[in-house]
T-cell receptor, first 114, second 114 residues
């Protein structure tokens, strides 16, 4: 089983739509959670951290459900510029010899059309 | 965040040759990593670049194929040795911001092996 699994996508939505991505993780001892955004042919960029209490940054809301071991990202009022691949990232508590190792999901592709 | 640069940004190399990729950070960081992202795939950790000691490699990656140097806290190199077309990929370095668990990525080096 993969450490991190994401919605397969792709998601194609009109401008102004609300879209949600889910991600599940297998290691219940996972400690830190993030959403990254990756534009075509660019490096991943940190979009937001995911806190236990949930957090919001403008049109973006991230939530964590530890009991069910999933993370979600909600984008409201989608813009054309939101088109990208969204990567779910988990850092396990038990890092072994690789301190700081990130586990990436395969990513969910979002296309917002006018 | 940290400002990370990589050189070269892209290269086309012949089978059997080697390429060294440089990663420079604008501040001292303890933890630096090298990732690979093959077409259509998510990121795979190659190794952790340790300052003053040998790199720590992930399963499936070996020092003879991917030698890494880390002479100081702001610089690292990754060499892709004896290249084959299967090594065609984007190679990214990343750094961890202390106490935040947040990782930032360089712009990547797009390698094509013919």
């Amino acid at each position: 089983r993969k450490e991190v699994e994401q919605d397969p996508g792709p998601f194609n939505v009109p401008e102004g739509a609300t879209v949600a991505f889910n991600c599940t993780y297998s290691n219940s001892a996972s400690q830190s959670f993030f959403w990254y955004r990756q534009d075509c042919r660019k490096e991943p960029k940190l979009l937001m951290s995911v806190y236990s209490s949930g957090n919001e940054d403008g049109r973006f809301t991230a939530q964590l459900n530890r009991a069910s071991q999933y993370i979600s990202l909600l984008i409201r009022d989608s813009k054309l510029s939101d088109s990208a691949t969204y990567l779910c990232v988990v850092i396990p508590l038990d890092r072994g010899s690789t301190l700081g190792r990130l586990y990436f999901g395969r990513g969910t592709q979002l296309t917002v059309w006018p | 965040s940290a400002v990370i640069s990589q050189k070269p940004s892209r290269d086309i190399c012949q089978r059997g040759t080697s390429l060294t990729i440089q990663c420079q950070v604008d501040s001292q960081v303890t933890m630096m990593f090298w990732y690979r992202q093959q077409p259509g795939q998510s990121l795979t950790l190659i190794a952790t670049a340790n300052q003053g000691s040998e790199a720590t490699y992930e399963s499936g990656f070996v020092i003879d194929k991917f030698p890494i140097s880390r002479p100081n806290l702001t610089f690292s190199t990754l060499t892709v040795s004896n290249m084959s077309p299967e090594d065609s990929s984007i190679y990214l370095c990343s750094v961890v911001i202390p106490s935040k668990d947040e990782q930032y990525f360089g712009p990547g080096t797009r390698l094509t092996v013919t």
